[in-house]
């Protein structure tokens, strides 16, 4: 996942809207989303390489998701799967789920190669990032996270941020304006790239809201919106193939 953009708190009908592009090797196994036979609470796609996901939400209202944060110069050996942190977190069903996950984080969470994670509620989400120092609440708002810190300078970001806003000035949201939301494929200008260590030309390759590499690009756009009543609708338009109709669910969360 490396671009989600979200409002908390914000919209009078939705207490949660969220929009996700997932960027990733085309080659990658995936399965498309779908709520998981062995913690059928789940809702999310699955990455059939190590077993984790990149997003999700649950029928009890949890949601958590993972974006890379990207400095190769960091790199760590024999890194865990990032993605891993979203399945358990999802997978757990205890009461005392964010606690544990937040212990994980602070004992382990420098066995990540760089990271952000959302995770929490939908209506009470939490940031971490072993990469500085601004992890904790995620306050009400519109946010954007891409593969640096919360709410950062790249343009990418801030252009999230402002579609998103514009978005939310609509009395309702459809999901077939959303799923289109963050499709702009059109590289930033070169004086507003940031330098992560991997190059002027894969810096352009991968500016864009939108990603078209051949080897590797934006796979799915996801879309959770969860209105103040509890209601869930959910969305994943996979990219893999030209006019795949996107996934569509609705449910009602659980106490």
């Keep these: 996942m490396c671009l989600i953009a979200f409002a908390l708190d914000v919209h009078p009908r939705y207490a949660l809207v969220l929009v996700a592009n997932r960027d990733e090797y085309r080659q990658r196994p995936t399965t498309p989303a779908?709520?998981?036979?062995?913690?059928?609470?789940?809702?999310?796609?699955?990455?059939?390489?190590a077993g984790g996901t990149w997003i999700g939400i649950t029928t009890g209202g949890k949601l958590a998701a993972v974006?890379?944060?990207?400095?190769?110069?960091?790199?760590?050996?024999?890194?865990?799967?990032?993605?891993?942190?979203?399945?358990?977190?999802?997978?757990?069903?205890?009461?005392?789920?964010t606690a544990r996950l937040q212990a994980l984080l602070q004992r382990d969470g420098q066995r990540y190669d760089g990271l952000n994670l959302l995770?929490?509620?939908?209506?009470?989400?939490?940031?971490?990032?072993?990469?500085g120092g601004s992890s904790g609440p995620v306050q009400p708002?519109?946010?954007?996270?891409?593969?640096?810190?919360?709410?950062?300078?790249?343009?990418?970001?801030?252009?999230?941020?402002?579609?998103?806003t514009i978005a939310l000035q609509h009395d309702e949201l459809t999901i077939?304006?959303?799923?289109?939301?963050?499709?702009?494929?059109?590289?930033?200008?070169?004086?507003?790239?940031?330098?992560?260590?991997i190059g002027l030309e894969r810096e352009r390759l991968l500016?864009?809201?939108?990603?078209?590499?051949?080897?590797?690009?934006?796979?799915?756009?996801?879309v959770?919106?969860?209105?103040?009543?509890?209601?869930?609708?959910?969305?994943?338009?996979?990219?893999d193939q030209?006019?795949?109709?996107?996934?569509?669910?609705r449910f009602s969360l659980t106490p």
């Excluded at 708002?141 to 998103?164: C, T």
């Excluded at 077939?176 to 260590?197: I, K, M, V, Y």
């Excluded at 500016?207 to 996801?222: D, H, K, V």
């Design 34 to 49: 779908g709520f998981w036979p062995d913690a059928p609470q789940v809702l999310a796609g699955r990455d059939q390489l």
């Design 141 to 164: 708002g519109v946010h954007a996270l891409s593969n640096h810190l919360l709410d950062s300078s790249w343009p990418k970001v801030l252009r999230a941020r402002q579609l998103l």
């Design 224 to 239: 959770i919106l969860v209105n103040r009543n509890g209601e869930v609708l959910c969305a994943e338009q996979g990219h």
């Design 176 to 197: 077939s304006e959303l799923l289109l939301l963050l499709r702009d494929p059109t590289p930033f200008a070169d004086a507003q790239l940031p330098d992560t260590g």
């Design 67 to 97: 974006t890379n944060y990207r400095d190769p110069r960091q790199q760590v050996v024999a890194a865990r799967s990032r993605g891993q942190l979203v399945a358990g977190y999802l997978c757990d069903t205890g009461d005392h789920a």
């Design 242 to 249: 030209p006019d795949q109709a996107p996934r569509l669910f």
């Design 207 to 222: 500016s864009p809201l939108f990603i078209t590499g051949s080897t590797y690009g934006t796979r799915s756009t996801t």
């Design 119 to 131: 995770y929490g509620t939908w209506q009470r989400l939490q940031y971490f990032t072993n990469r």
